[in-house]
């Protein structure tokens, strides 16, 4: 299951759980042994693989953010007529790519998140219910 939700109209009415335990007895008969679940810090979605015996086995961190030590490139834009390409150079060569700042970053420990200007930032969880 790539993406699992329910309305926030419906939450609450136990669609989630049902729905989560069909999906469950049918990988279960298809022959998977465990499933891995992954989710924000949610607290009702966190409830809910809990209270199905899920256990927590991991977390890390999303943040969209700016490393602090990026040198932003100077440079002049110009427009190839002939291929209708924008041709980008520094003072001293052509660029072929620029990052976009800021942009998702996954952080492993909460400490990699000080070399960063965050703009927005969540844990995500990592579950293991053997089926």
Known sequence: MEVF?????????GVGR????SCLTELKAAGADFVEIF??????AN???QSIGAHEIAHNWR???????YDFP??????????KELVVTTATDRVEVIPQYPQ?????TE???ADFTITQSYMERTYLLIL
């Open 111 to 113: 400490a990699a998140m």
């Open 104 to 108: 998702w970053f996954s952080f492993f």
């Open 18 to 21: 049902a729905l989560l335990k």
């Open 5 to 13: 939700a329910v309305n926030p109209a419906a939450q609450g009415q």
């Open 47 to 49: 409830h809910l693989y």
């Open 74 to 83: 100077k440079a002049k834009w110009t427009l190839n007529t002939n291929t």
């Open 39 to 44: 989710t924000r810090s949610d607290l009702p």
């Open 63 to 69: 943040a969209l953010a700016t490393p602090k030590n």
